[in-house]
């Protein structure tokens, strides 16, 4: 494939931690508006992935490009810049804060992150934050304190504070963990929404919720990309049945 033909092109990623290699020589491709869900057992190498993709780790070999342009040398906060949202398992919202707030300081601003509270409420702010909280369940809930909220209604928050950025690539880690069944039917009517506007690339283990939500699904094991496909086709991969049966 040519990298500069997909919105996200991982070519050759390998990641070794003393000699391990946590990611081995993976590539994968993600096209605009994809929904692409990583899965694989523990310890393959997932959310390792997601660590190299938004600079929290760096690669020992290979490239990540985005938009064409290469990540792999760029800073966290670059990557953000670059249009990368990153979501991780737990909620890092400001629970002292209301909903209003918390998307509110998440709005982009340059540098002054911390100083956002200070600024004005202009109006492209507050419609951009009505938007993002009606999108994310939560209209009704402006003004309540995020520390209230059920643990679902968190994980929305934190992906509007996300949204509210407009990244052209948003990554999720176990969106659905801990959530009601209800929930999750609501989490999938919301990636589905917002996959309309840019790609989305999960870690889920709940396969049940992968079924529902992939557009394609990218297995991996042991850092090496074993199966990738719709669901339909991974889930009768005999090497992914070996995989999640034999261990
Ligand atoms: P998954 O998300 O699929 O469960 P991880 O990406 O968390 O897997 O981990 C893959 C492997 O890499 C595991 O064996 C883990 O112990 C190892 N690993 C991950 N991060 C580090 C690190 N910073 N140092 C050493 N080993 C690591």
């Not at 096209?31 to 694989?40: M, Q, Y």
């Not at 659905?176 to 929404?193: F, N, P, Q, W």
């Not at 840019?198 to 699904?217: C, G, N, Q, S, T």
Request: glycine letters at 6%.
């Amino acid at each position: 494939p040519n990298a500069t033909d997909f919105l996200l092109a991982v070519e050759d990623l390998t990641v070794s931690f003393d000699g391990f290699k946590a990611v081995d020589n993976l590539s994968f491709y993600v096209d605009e508006n994809e929904l692409r869900v990583i899965i694989g057992p523990n310890g393959a190498g997932k959310t390792t992935v997601l660590d190299l993709i938004c600079g929290r780790t760096r690669a020992t070999a290979g490239s990540i490009r985005f938009r064409g342009r290469e990540l792999t040398a760029l800073r966290e906060y670059e990557i953000v810049r670059a249009g990368v949202g990153r979501k991780f398992q737990n909620p890092s919202i400001y629970e002292d804060l209301t909903v209003f707030e918390n998307l509110e300081i998440s709005f982009p601003r340059g540098r002054s992150v911390f100083g956002a509270l200070a600024f004005k409420r202009d109006a492209e702010v507050i419609e951009r934050v009505e938007a993002v909280a009606e999108s994310i369940f939560l209209a009704d809930q402006l003004n309540r304190r995020a520390e209230l909220l059920s643990h679902g209604q968190k994980q929305w928050l934190e992906i509007g504070m996300l949204l509210i950025q407009q990244p052209d690539l948003l990554m999720l880690d176990e969106p659905v963990a801990g959530m009601s069944v209800a929930e999750r039917v609501k989490t999938a009517e919301l990636l589905h929404r917002i996959c309309a506007d840019r790609a989305v690339l999960v870690i889920e283990h709940d396969m049940k919720f992968v079924e529902d939500i992939a557009h394609k699904v990218t297995v991996l094991h042991q850092g090496k990309r074993l199966s990738e496909g719709p669901m339909h086709a991974v889930k009768t991969d005999p090497k992914v049945i070996e995989v999640y049966l034999g261990h």
